[in-house]
């Protein structure tokens, strides 16, 4: 089982600024990698997959870049609504596994 | 518009049974693997089932292994979980989520990202 730690837990940021969310994985697998963004009370969104193809809708400022077990998810300029919970997952084999997340907050 | 929404959810003592649905309408259900997504409340996501088109593969978490099953309808574009023998650590909204790509487009039998998902069910396990 492909284990995914994300890090820091949580990161407090000011909007504009730049980001970037760790995941890093127990062992190297093919780029098969996602990101997906979690609001309170909401079901979670794809936002990155194959490490840095965007899905539809997703604004430029979502990038993803990584590869082997590193991994990582950058937001170039906050905006008020990019405060969420962030997971990554893989889907390179059985059984799907996410990150534990990292949790935006507001400075 | 693709649309997936999740009942059967609800307070059930543990040692009990439950059966979850979830409804998909907006796009050639058959075409594609499902899944079962669970998060635990204040807690992170958690892969539980995934079911593919014809019902030929489920895969399962160790977690749920042995307690639950998953199985689908295509005629009535419909998903379910069926979860016996409840415990307390079953305790989580359960969310339904189609694979990114249609079967035909995958690699043989690999997992996929998930897009998109409802809204989630309830799931209290509790005396």
């Known amino acids: 089982e492909v284990v995914l730690t994300q890090f820091p837990d949580t990161l407090s940021v000011s909007p504009g600024e730049r980001v970037t969310l760790s995941c890093r994985a127990s062992q190297t697998f093919n780029n098969n990698l996602a990101w997906y963004q979690q609001k309170p009370g909401q079901a979670p969104r794809l936002l990155i997959y194959g490490v840095s193809t965007r899905a539809t809708g997703v604004p430029a400022r979502f990038l993803g870049s990584g590869s082997g077990t590193d991994f990582t998810l950058t937001i170039s300029s906050l905006q008020s609504e990019d405060f969420a919970v962030y997971y990554c997952?893989?889907?390179?084999?059985?059984?799907?596994?996410f990150g534990q997340g990292t949790r935006l907050e507001i400075k | 518009e693709v649309q997936l929404v999740e009942s059967g959810g609800g307070l059930v003592k543990p040692g009990r049974s439950l059966r979850l649905s979830c409804a998909a309408s907006g796009f050639t259900f058959s075409s594609y693997t499902m899944n079962w997504v669970r998060q635990a409340p204040g807690k992170g996501l958690e892969w539980v089932s995934s079911?593919?088109?014809?019902?030929?593969?489920?895969y399962y978490a160790d977690s749920v292994k042995g307690r639950f099953t998953i199985s689908r309808d295509n005629g009535e574009s419909s998903l379910y979980l069926q979860m016996n023998s409840l415990r307390l650590e079953d305790t989580a909204i359960y969310f339904c989520?189609?694979?990114?790509?249609?079967?035909?487009?995958?690699?043989?039998?690999?997992?996929?990202?998930?897009?998109?998902w409802g809204q989630g069910t309830l799931v209290t396990v509790s005396s």
């Open positions: 989520a189609r694979d990114h790509g249609p079967w035909a487009a995958r690699p043989l039998l690999s997992p996929d990202r998930l897009a998109p």
């Open positions: 079911i593919t088109p014809g019902s030929s593969y489920m």
């Open positions: 997952q893989q889907f390179d084999d059985w059984p799907i596994t």
